[in-house]
Every structure is written in structure tokens, then in C-alpha cells.
């Protein structure tokens, strides 16, 4: 992903920032900080930090910073679990599949989800056929 790994604090307020954008630091301190206990000054650091990771940006508008993700939340989630999986589990994907095939709590329409991203990947052609 190119960027610095986050922390959970760190995860948590970027999934804010990202479902709520554009916010400012009031506005996640009020709906997201306040009914965890964290002070204005705790939320601030927090996004402070992920701007300069480069996870969220900020824009001034009249006097007021408002935060963005910097990138579409799909991609976002791609370049965490690519980390996660490179970081945890050492670079494959196995030990995350065998846990949905056999721990996780998934319903007929997650697996049929599953199912169809395993036969859309088998399908495609692989980069050695490409070249």
C-alpha cells in the first residue's frame, strides 16, 4: 500500500471519517470520541496522525478544517488488507480463507459472494498467459 501501518485507534476514526466525510474534528469528537470517553484533544491527534500518513486530507473552508479520506474507501480497505495480509500472516491469503470456510458466521448470500469472486479469479487469465 506505500503507506505507514495504523494503528486500531487509528482504523476506527478513518472508517469514521470515511462513512461520515467531509467532517471536522468537532463533529467526530461529538459522534464518534464523546460516547468513548475521548477528548476533543485525543480525537484530534488521531486525525492529525492519519493526515500525515496520508489516510485523510483536510480542507479549509471558511474557518473551519474539514477531513476526506484520500482515497475511495474500497481502495482503502484493499491496501489494509493487502498490509494485514503481508504484515499477519506472513503474505498469504490461506489462513483468512480457511477461517471464512470453517469459523466464520457467514449467511447464504456472503458465500454465494465468495463463491463467485473464487470462480470469477479462477476464470481469469493469469499474468504469465497476458504477456
Known amino acids: ?3 505507514q501501518p495504523i494503528g486500531d485507534h487509528e482504523l476506527e476514526v478513518l472508517q469514521y471519517v470515511s462513512d461520515h466525510a467531509p467532517i471536522t474534528v468537532r ?5 464518534y470520541g464523546k460516547p ?5 484533544t485525543t480525537i484530534l491527534t488521531v486525525m492529525e496522525r492519519l493526515r ?13 478544517y474539514h477531513y476526506s479520506p484520500c482515497m475511495p474507501k474500497r481502495e482503502l480497505l484493499r491496501g489494509l488488507l493487502e498490509d494485514f495480509t503481508q504484515r499477519v500472516l506472513g503474505g498469504s491469503v490461506q489462513p483468512l480463507v480457511a477461517y471464512l470456510a470453517q469459523d466464520a458466521q457467514l449467511n447464504e448470500e456472503e458465500l ?15 499474468e504469465e498467459d497476458v504477456q
Open 52 to 64: 500525515k500518513k496520508k489516510y485523510i486530507r483536510r480542507e479549509k473552508i471558511e474557518d473551519t
Open 1 to 3: 500500500m506505500g503507506r
Open 27 to 31: 463533529e467526530v469528537t461529538e459522534h
Open 112 to 126: 454465494d459472494k465468495l463463491q463467485d469472486i473464487i470462480n470469477t479469479k479462477r476464470h481469469q487469465p493469469k
Open 36 to 40: 468513548r470517553g475521548l477528548a476533543r
